[in-house]
T-cell receptor
């Protein structure tokens, strides 16, 4: 178990730029989740995949956000035309089977800072 | 709407003091409850989990949680804290696939 890996750890960009984050889940885990965490808050659900299928998206995920998991392994989260309010820690988690019954394992996160 | 709330935002204790962190949830039907911990500079880790049909599953030794259905509460306890317990603690609930987290409680333990 090598854990959930996220890249990069920290991204600084100017407002209006596009950014892409990558998440590599624990290898045998079929479910992959994205959360966003801002200062003083707990993580908020964004979206999740079962294998390559995106099964649910939060209303927090505006049209500028897109997530993919093309081969059912790693996932990418892209934010287009970044805004100041996108500054946050983006967390990825994975689990085996149904997330409601299996604990989710989290990565270290990607901290996004918008200048 | 589903929600999880934590009322203690910041707790300061001396070593050997007892710990109780409050968590209340609002869910219809069956709910699974979790406590996660985030030590400084580390990722979120599962502390313990409670699935409604199973007994409490203790993860990291020393911690336990009491589930009181009538009070919609799932409070975390530890009889005697150590300096190494300094961390942020998150309560979370799930009845489908996504976790809904509370805002977290920052625990500081002084020697």
């Amino acid at each position: 178990d090598t854990g959930v890996s996220q890249d990069p750890r920290h991204k600084i960009t100017k407002r209006g730029q596009n950014v892409t984050f990558r998440c590599d889940p624990i290898s045998e885990h079929n479910r992959l989740y994205w959360y966003r965490q801002t200062l003083g808050q707990g993580p908020e659900f964004l979206t999740y995949f079962q294998n390559e299928a995106q099964l649910e998206k939060s209303r927090l995920l505006s049209d500028r956000f897109s997530a993919e998991r093309p081969k059912g392994s790693f996932s990418t989260l892209e934010i287009q035309r970044t805004e100041q309010g996108d500054s946050a820690m983006y967390l990825c988690a994975s689990s085996l089977g149904t997330g409601g019954e299996q604990p989710q394992h989290f990565g270290d996160g990607t901290r996004l800072s918008i200048l | 709407a589903q929600s999880v709330s934590q009322h203690n935002h910041h707790v300061i204790l001396s070593e050997a003091a007892s710990l109780e962190l409050g968590c209340n949830y609002s869910y219809g039907g069956t709910v699974n409850l979790f406590w996660y911990v985030q030590y400084p500079g580390q990722h979120l880790q599962l502390l313990l989990k409670y699935f409604s049909r199973d007994p409490l599953d203790k993860g990291i030794p020393g911690f336990e949680a009491e589930f009181i259905k009538s009070k919609f509460s799932f409070n975390l306890r530890k009889p005697s804290v150590q300096w190494s317990d300094t961390a942020e603690y998150f309560c979370a609930g799930s009845n489908t696939d996504k976790l809904i987290f509370g805002t977290g409680t920052r625990l500081q333990v002084f020697p």
